[in-house]
RNA sequence: GCCGGAGUGGCGGAGUUGGUAGACGCAGGGGACUUAAAAUCCCCUUGAGCUUGCUCAGCGCGGGUUCGAAUCCCGCCUCCGGUACCA
């Protein structure tokens, strides 16, 4: 090796190595694992966030290829979306030319990081290879009823006359051409993914080597309630009724007026003459502000009287009907029944239009509360007053059991409900996967779509004029290509009509982790026996704002595709990873905005691709948002050099193949400090703790720099140290290391050589150091035999001449032993 | 709003189950080497106080539990992610 490191002279040298030996492909045999990162939309430019996410992947699957196992560590595009087509509408190049080109920006970005993929396995969405299947799903998924339509509230722009995604409402305006934005119903494919509401939550259980924070989310998300479902006949009009839920039937008795959504499908049935233009005008308004609303503010409660009455179930009574904003009408039943005394939405809503607030529930062991009175509402569990039968219950008894009386006398009863709502997954957008539907008037009169038959597959998009069908406005672009529109039914021959929308790119990215294991099968989307070997993923790594959606759309797909014979498992994930964000300098998210945005491959070509890659992982912990610091870079490349350094200086060490066994003194000392360091760096890899592993090194690294070497069995020892050290910062650093590892004699790439076992008698602690407290302070700090007794540690420390004095002409109460840390006395 | 996180020196962070707060790095200061600078190597570096070894304070804020709390509990504050058509 020569003196000085310079990373750009043996980056490049060790990458083609790896690939002209094939060290990142899957050999086929051993204990596998499976390392996946959130494969990325190929925008514009690789960033940071990038560089960490897959780096986590990268150092894990270096590590445990070096361990033995079988690693495949693949990587493809996720290539369609909204951006190249929002980017296709400003600017007229095809989305697909525009993704070429940044698919290839990035893959060299990312070789020249020196990630270890298998690229043979590349994989992207917008190739219809890959889209076929999402078609083939679509038609499997249909057959087994996990498809259909519906009507679903949309931001529509009343300028573009088309649908707009919520990021493109900017305060209740089109982003694009500032005209109002309503919400509006429209039919739309949806997957039953609420099927599956229950095992997706009861499986979470299993998922153990997830983070909490995830399950939590989704626990939420899927937000199973149980409660009673309430029916109230409507007065005078017979056959007309509500239907309510609520998770507080014990407040039934309580109920002063009940609530519909604005929009909400009986309106008609619920208006009478004088009311129906007032209430429709709500609705309308409703429905402006519901799009104009930002997200993070509550809207003012706003009602409007309906004109009709609800009969309660059990009194007869007659309670006012009323619509209003803070109903929605695709949640539940789209209708509430309130109880102003024990809800506090009610309650405000109650004082704002004089409603009428009747107390229920009383605190235990008190008077019920003069309903009159009350400043808030009281929401707390309690037990019945004025509930006729039911008074004198607990609220929990009385959930049940008007429940149960509800359900006998047909007005309701008890329901389990979900939060979770089906997925809509159709677009009016161009760069997406057709839906594989026609509608021909003759076979199919309604309009439901005929499947096109799975020969048929894949349905290609069609090459566009680009400026003519990409403009954002209007009908989705696939109904201004005749050509692709234009069909014949696939049951009578006859003239047909496509459909025109497209799917939802989450689609792309529910079984991508599958298809990696057979990239180009013909036959099926998924090699089944290939699955059963390879699932689930070991590990998968990605960002935090994938937790909830992304990651149930996932686990969702997994478990219809194991119901289709697919894959073996029903979680497609044992261990996951959620990354933090690389922010800029100034600590601000990067972006063009603040003009903080560090490019990868600015970073690579001036400290080189190790100091990037050590940066990263030393910032802090994985799950962590961490800052970019060109100092710490530098400080990153200056501990490289230092090792460099280090290997330079005692090469001629290299002649001692190994230890000479038996040491004593210094080259003892060697020993140790390093296998001790090789033990805590394997435990700190293992549980993801890339940062201080690297700390460690350091210390190493530090430690090693003072010595000099005297003798063989000291220069065996320090050649070792070289071997060791290489070793344990290849996963991390990979190039240096292998430059390393190479002059101190390895024939072999340090992935084949394999990571290295410490040596336990020499990693074991010599010596333990108590910290001595008198009364919980500290007052002093003892170093005995490490394997020192309890009553001789407890001796030494009462007999330390800094102790002696702070016990003295006390009792002492009590003695608190911790083996190997502290000693506390409690002394009075 | 709702759901989920995070907050530790001048800065990034360390601190496996409650057990010496500040490992490691950056920045800063001092020294060695050098004609000089860079590079490198060594030392110091939470704050306050003084008698330089000790005392007190200290992990977003306010309480609590405990021999002992960054860690557990209760109540706040600030920031970040998600909120179903961004991916």
Not at 600 to 621: C, E, L, N, Q, W
Request: net charge neutral.
């Amino acid at each position: 090796m020569r003196e000085t490191y310079i990373p750009q002279e043996i980056e490049p040298k060790w990458q083609d190595r790896w690939e002209r030996e094939n060290l990142f492909k899957l050999r086929g045999n051993g204990e596998k694992k499976y390392i996946l990162e959130m494969f990325p939309y190929p925008s514009g430019k690789m960033h940071m966030g990038h560089v960490r996410n897959y780096l986590i992947g990268d150092v894990l699957a270096r590590y445990y290829r070096a361990r033995g196992f079988d690693v495949l560590h693949p990587m493809g595009w996720d290539a369609l979306g909204l951006p190249a087509e929002n980017a296709a509408i400003k600017d007229g190049r095809h989305p697909a030319e525009r993704t070429r080109e940044n698919v290839a920006a990035f893959k060299a970005e990312m070789k020249s990081v020196g990630y270890s993929y298998d690229w043979e396995r590349e994989i992207a969405t917008c190739d219809p290879e890959y889209y076929r299947w999402n078609q083939w799903f679509f038609l499997k998924m249909r057959e087994k009823g996990l498809v259909y339509r519906r009507q679903n509230r949309v931001n529509w722009c009343t300028g573009c006359k088309t649908v707009i995604a919520n990021e493109q409402v900017k305060e209740g305006l089109c982003e694009r051409c500032e005209s109002p934005v309503e919400k509006r119903l429209m039919p739309e494919w949806a997957f039953r993914i609420t099927k599956y509401s229950q095992r997706l939550l009861d499986n979470l259980d299993q998922l153990t080597e997830w983070p909490d924070r995830v399950t939590s989310m989704q626990r939420h998300w899927i937000g199973r309630s149980t409660g009673a479902e309430i029916v109230f006949e409507i007065d005078g009009k017979p056959g007309v009724s509500l239907t309510v839920f609520t998770t507080r039937a014990d407040t039934l008795f309580g109920v002063s007026y009940v609530v519909v959504a604005p929009d909400h499908p009986l309106m008609a049935h619920l208006v009478t003459d004088e009311t129906r233009e007032k209430i429709a005008a709500f609705a309308d308004e409703m429905a402006k502000q519901a799009a104009a609303q930002k997200k993070d503010e509550e809207p003012e409660k706003l009602g409007c009287f309906t004109g009709a009455y609800a009969v309660h179930p059990f009194t007869g009574k007659k309670v006012p009907v009323w619509a209003a904003n803070f109903v929605v009408s695709d949640y539940g039943t789209g209708a509430v029944m309130s109880v102003p005394a024990h809800d506090q939405r009610d309650f405000e809503f109650a004082k704002k239009y004089g409603l009428p607030i009747h107390t229920v529930i009383a605190e235990a062991g008190q008077a019920p509360r003069d309903a009159a009175a009350l400043t808030e509402a009281f929401a707390d569990d309690g037990v019945l007053v004025n509930s006729e039968a039911f008074t004198g219950m607990t609220s929990a008894d009385a959930r049940e059991a008007i429940a149960k009386a509800l359900a006998e006398k047909g007005k309701g009863g008890p329901v389990v409900t979900f939060r979770q709502r089906d997925w809509g997954f159709s677009r009016q957008r161009y760069w997406g996967t057709p839906i594989p539907v026609v509608y021909c008037d003759k076979c199919d009169p309604n309009h439901e779509g005929i499947s096109v038959p799975e020969s048929q597959l894949p349905v290609m998009l069609p090459k566009i004029d680009v400026t003519k069908v990409l403009t954002g406005r209007g009908e989705p672009p696939l109904a201004k290509v005749p050509e692709f529109l234009h069909t014949t039914c696939p049951l009578c021959g006859g003239p047909a009509r496509r459909e025109a929308e497209t799917m939802d790119t989450f689609v792309d990215s529910t079984w991508y982790y599958a298809r990696y294991l057979s990239p180009h099968l013909t036959t099926a989307p998924v090699d089944a026996e290939t699955a059963k070997r390879m699932l689930p993923v070991d590990i998968y790594v990605g960002g935090p704002e994938h937790a909830v959606m992304h990651l149930l759309y996932f686990r969702f797909w997994t478990m219809v595709m194991k119901e289709m014979g697919l894959v073996s498992v029903e979680e497609p994930v044992k261990r996951l990873i959620t990354q933090g964000i690389v922010n800029g300098p100034d600590g601000r998210k990067m972006s063009k905005r603040w003009g903080n945005v560090v490019s990868p491959r600015d970073i690579v070509s001036k400290y080189g691709a190790d100091a990037a890659r050590t940066f990263v992982m030393f910032a802090g912990p994985p799950e962590k948002d961490i800052d970019w610091s060109d100092a710490q870079v530098e400080g990153c490349a200056r501990f490289l050099s230092r090792i460099w350094r280090l290997a330079f200086t005692h090469q001629k060490s290299a002649r001692f193949a190994a230890p000479l066994g038996n040491e004593a003194g210094k080259a003892l000392e060697i020993r140790r400090r390093v296998h001790q360091t090789l033990k805590t760096v394997t435990e700190d890899i293992e549980r993801l703790s890339f940062n201080t592993s690297i700390a460690r090194i350091m210390e190493l690294v530090n430690f090693l720099t003072g010595v000099k070497p005297a003798g063989d069995a000291e220069e065996a020892a320090m050649a070792e140290a070289m071997r060791l050290l290489a070793a344990m910062i290849s996963p991390v650093a990979p190039h240096i290391a292998e430059e390393i590892s190479e002059a101190y004699g390895a024939a072999d790439c340090l992935q084949i050589q394999g990571w290295p076992a410490f040596d336990p008698a020499l990693a074991a602690k010599q010596s333990a150091k108590y910290a001595v407290q008198v009364n919980g302070k500290l007052r002093g700090e003892i170093e005995v035999p490490a394997d020192m007794g309890k009553d001789d540690v407890l001796a030494a420390a009462k007999a330390d001449a800094k102790i002696a004095p702070h016990l003295a002409g006390k009792t002492l109460k009590k003695e608190i032993f911790v083996p190997g840390r502290l000693v506390n006395f409690v002394a009075v």
